[in-house]
Structure formats: C-alpha cells, structure tokens
C-alpha cells in the first residue's frame, strides 16, 4: 500500500491486509540499501496471527519517495512520525541490521509511539570496511556482493532454504543492485558514523528483544554486549548457523522469535 506522509509517497508492506482495526501495530524497518521486500516471509504471517503490519519503504528505498536521509537520528525521527501517521501506535517496532538502529531512535526519542523492540542483527556500532564503502561511494555492484557474501551464513552459502526455488545469494545481490543511486552509500556511511546505539539503548522504556546469529560477520554477536548491558533487561536470541540476514536465511525460526517477543510485551 502507499500512504501520503508529509506531501511524500511512503510505500508499505501489509501482508494483504488492511491496517484499519484495533489490533496492535507491528512495523517492520530493513537494512542498509533494503526495503519492504526482505520481510516477505514475516509479513503475511503477523498480519495474520492478530496484528496489523506495515513493512515500511524507507525515504528513498523501494517505492518511497526521496531523497534518502543522512543520519540515523532522522530515519528514527522519520519513523516515529510514521507510525503515527499510519494510526498504529504505540506499535511493535522490528528492524534488522541498520533498521535496529532506526527503531532504536525512534524509541528513545519517542517512547510514546513504541510498544516494544524487536532487533535482529544488531551491534553496538556498525563501522564499515572501507573497500565496501568506496565501492558503494562508486555505485559499483562490488558492494552488494561484498555485503552478500560477508553477511550470508555458512548454511545458506549451500543452499537448502526454506522457500522453494529461492536463491538467497542471487536474490539478495538482486536486492542491493536495484537500489537508487547513492543510497547504499549513504546508509552505509550514517551506520558508520553512529555512535548513540547505547545512549538510545538506556533510554528506552519498552521490552526489548535481540535476535542474533551466531555466523554474522557483519555484527558480531561480541559487539551486541555492551549494549545489551544499557538495555539493562533485554531478552536475546541465538540462532546457530545463521549469519546476518536472519530473516531470509532462517525464516520460520525468526518468525517463531518475533511471535514469542510479541506475545510476551
């Protein structure tokens, strides 16, 4: 579905529901140079299962408007006004990888509008090697393929997903490739740049959850501790043999941590 916010086109996700009614609101935010379409394994099931989903397009991905904005304080600002905008707060707030950075903000600044955290794939700083960020300052398909092959488990690097038919390697190149010019760069270079995930983390008032692989190379399960200490009461989740595009390698088993974090706010 799509949806005016501010005068600017926001495209969503609502896995073929509505969000009209009373149930609560889970929104779903990705990942650097992502959007909407890497919770298609997610979405459908939580919109039906007594909730109201909306995978957002964040500005200037998918099928949202531009331009894409420049640090994480204002992605989180962004989303905050959107879920109000969409009438689903307070809502539960679910990102992966810089999207955990996103809802974390959006959090802390507005405690009003989250109903509680879910985070998969996250750490407390997410620096960028500076090979994938010259490669995605130059618009070179190299960094989708960089980022694919670090973030990928070692399971899924072998096949036998879940979904019939899917190639994950292919399918998330694809995925990068086909985002606006300039837009990895620019999420990447706000993920490097950010260093408030553990001040934001102290000041959020809702339950949190991680959900974390033990394969990801991209945020290493050692650099989520000392954020998970400012959480001060943070649930976490370790799925083996899943590196750090969770939600596509392991779906059910994600799905089954997300139901159960929902189920226990």
Not at 46 to 74: T, W
Not at 101 to 130: C, D, I, K, Y
């Amino acid at each position: 579905m799509e949806t005016l916010i501010d005068g600017r086109v926001v495209r969503c996700a609502t896995g073929g529901r509505g969000l009209d009614g009373d149930e609560p609101g889970v929104v779903l935010v990705h990942g650097a140079g992502g959007d909407r379409t890497v919770w298609q394994l997610q979405t459908r099931w939580i919109a039906h299962h007594g909730y109201r989903a909306a995978a957002v397009d964040l500005p200037g991905h998918g099928g949202s408007d531009g331009p894409a904005l420049d640090s994480l304080a204002e992605m989180g600002e962004w989303l905050a006004a959107a879920v109000d905008a969409l009438g689903l707060a307070p809502a539960h707030l679910v990102g992966h990888s810089m999207g955990t950075f996103v809802v974390l903000e959006a959090a802390a600044q507005r405690p009003e509008v989250a109903r509680s955290l879910v985070l998969l794939g996250t750490a407390g700083a997410m620096p960028v090697h500076p090979a994938l960020q010259a490669a995605a300052d130059a618009d070179d398909r190299l960094a989708g393929r960089l980022i694919t092959s670090w973030g990928i488990g070692s399971r899924a690097h072998t096949g036998g997903h879940a979904s019939p038919g899917m190639w994950l390697i292919g399918g998330n190149t694809s995925l990068l490739d086909r985002a606006r010019p300039g837009v990895l760069a620019n999420d990447l270079a706000a993920c490097d740049a950010y260093d408030g995930a553990e001040a934001a983390a102290a000041r959020v008032q809702c339950g949190v959850t991680l959900v974390l692989g033990r394969e990801d190379k991209m945020t290493p399960n050692k650099r989520a501790a000392q954020m998970i200490d400012a959480f001060g009461d943070a649930r976490t989740v370790y799925l083996d043999r899943v590196g750090h595009f969770l939600q596509i390698e392991s779906p059910i088993p994600v799905r089954r941590a997300i139901a159960e974090a929902l189920a226990q706010a």
